[in-house]
């Protein structure tokens, strides 16, 4: 079974940057969809962006602009290059293969981005 491992989470002032990793296991790592999703407290986890294996992107419209997916399948590593940052961007971080995502033990432990105003 395939699993995330999310890094490069932190405490950082607004307008400041932070760029997550994510590490896959397994070899079909670079035949997946991925996406960053992310879980406010309180709040349901919502996509943020995503990725198709050819390096195809979207964005979440209240990231468009600032955030910057990516991926490099011979390292079975996704990033997420997050500038601008805001307050209301505080959240656990995830990834996931978008055909996971409805698997309960899909998800790793995420990683906690924190913007201060």
């Known amino acids: 079974q395939v699993q995330f491992v999310e890094s490069g989470g932190g405490l950082v002032q607004a307008g400041g940057s932070l760029r997550l990793s994510c590490s896959a296991s397994?070899?079909?790592?670079?035949?997946?969809?991925m996406g960053w999703y992310r879980q406010a407290p309180g709040k349901q986890r919502e996509l943020v962006a995503n990725i198709s294996r050819g390096g195809t992107t979207n964005y979440a419209d209240s990231v468009k602009g600032r955030f910057t997916i990516s991926r490099d399948n011979a390292k079975n590593t996704m990033y997420l290059q997050m500038n601008s940052l805001k307050p209301e961007d505080t959240a656990v971080y995830y990834c996931n293969a978008m055909h996971l995502a409805r698997k309960a033990d899909s998800w790793g432990q995420g990683t906690q981005v924190t913007v201060s105003s």
């Open positions: 397994g070899s079909t790592f670079g035949r997946n969809v």
